[in-house]
Structures are given as C-alpha cells and as structure tokens.
C-alpha cells in the first residue's frame, strides 16, 4: 500500500522538473539573445528543421505558372530589388551593410541546382519565417506579384551584367559605388559579403 503513490508521484515531480527547470533558466535571463551571439547547437539544428518540416507541410504544391516568363522575370527584378537585395543580394550584389548583423543570416537565393519547390519559396517571401528577419511580404504583395519574384529567383543563376549593375546603388545617398553602368565587374573592395562568408559570424 505505501507504494500506491510512488509511480504517480514521480511522475509527477518528473513533470515539474521538467517544466520548472528551463522556466527557471528563462527567468533568469540566462539565454543572451542579442543577434550577435552565435546561436547554441539546439537552435542551430533543430530550428532550421522544424521551419523546413512547417513550410513544407504549408506551400501550395502548383508549380510557378509564371516559369521562365521574360517580362514576369523582369517585374519580379524589380521588386526583387526594391525588398530583397538589401538582405540577401544577389549573385556578384553584395548585400547591404545591414545584413551583416542578421542572425539567422540571410542566404544566398537561386543557387545553381537548388531543389527547393517553386511553392515552398512562394510560401516563405508571402507568410515570412517568424523570428527570423524574413518579412512576410503577403501584406503588401498579391500572389501574381510573389510568384513573379519567384520566377525570377529562379533566373538569378544566369543574370546578365546589365541586371547585375541595376541591383547595384546608383549615385544617390549611400552610393560610393563608380562606373556601375560601365564596368560589369564589380570592385572587389565593393563586395563585402561572398557567399561562402554569408553564413559564418
Ligand atoms: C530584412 C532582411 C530580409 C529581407 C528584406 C528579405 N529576407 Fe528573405 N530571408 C531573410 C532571412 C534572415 C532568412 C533566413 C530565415 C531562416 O533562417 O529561417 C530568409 C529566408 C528566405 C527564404 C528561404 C530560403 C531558404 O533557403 O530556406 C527565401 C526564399 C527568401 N528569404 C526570399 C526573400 C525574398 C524574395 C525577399 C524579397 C521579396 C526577401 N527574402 C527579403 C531575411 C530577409
């Protein structure tokens, strides 16, 4: 008889613990989360796995029905441009000052064989990810508009220098950058940000 509560009462203070211990590691402020701490091995891979599991359950499964449509691709430059450059530039477009101090880091988009669906890049530029900065741009975009940025996504593996020197600051507040319309090849004190370098902190 005295063993009738053993089980349910550990299993109760098991529960507590459970509980109470990363309650009191939160209450403590224990956890720094300034955006310039190297994220810990838990956030490293299990965030990044739970966004893929969620976006994926979530996307539509159609495929682009703007794929590969000169003038879709040149309407999704421009608001490629205008919303997205800043963080994630662009093949040979370095990115602005800004996402250097992003952590997540913003990736690099469209690389050379990617597989990810035409739906699953669709869902994360309309709904952004939480607690990332990737901003939902639903709110202020319509569908035909994001399915446009995506198929030109999908082009930015074969930009031309023409495209490449459009998504560059022009002269105007904040350009340093000469020669952009003459001169393809950008400088390379003027690329800050390499791919291989975007994610390390
Ligand atoms: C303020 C910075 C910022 C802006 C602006 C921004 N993004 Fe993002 N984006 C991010 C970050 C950070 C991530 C990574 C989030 C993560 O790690 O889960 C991301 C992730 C993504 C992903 C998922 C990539 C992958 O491999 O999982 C896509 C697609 C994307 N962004 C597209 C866009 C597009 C298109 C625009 C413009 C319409 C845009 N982003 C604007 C910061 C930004």
């Not at 009191?24 to 402020?29: E, Q, S």
């Amino acid at each position: 008889m005295k063993n009738k509560w053993m089980i349910p009462l550990s299993f109760v203070g098991g529960v507590l613990v459970t509980l109470l211990v990363p309650i009191l590691v939160l209450a403590l402020g224990a956890i720094n989360m300034g955006a310039d701490v190297k994220p810990g091995l838990i956030e490293r891979t299990i965030a990044p796995w739970a966004v893929d599991r969620s976006v994926e359950k979530r996307s539509p499964k159609e495929k682009n029905p703007y794929a590969g449509e000169p003038a879709a691709i040149a309407t999704g430059l421009d608001h490629y441009r205008e919303n997205c450059v800043i963080c994630h530039g662009a093949p040979d477009v370095a990115a602005a000052e800004l996402s250097k101090g992003i952590n997540p880091p913003a990736p690099l988009l469209g690389k050379e064989g990617d597989d990810t669906p035409d739906g699953e890049l669709f869902w994360v530029i309309k709904h952004g990810i939480r607690m990332t900065a990737m901003p939902a741009f639903g709110p202020t975009h319509t569908d035909e508009e994001i399915w446009k940025i995506v198929a030109f996504i999908r082009h930015l593996p074969e930009l031309t220098a023409q495209e490449r020197a459009s998504m560059r600051p022009q002269d105007g507040a904040g350009a340093h950058h000469h020669g952009a319309e003459t001169n393809a090849v950008p400088d390379k004190a003027e690329q800050p940000i390499q791919p291989d370098h975007h994610g390390t902190p």
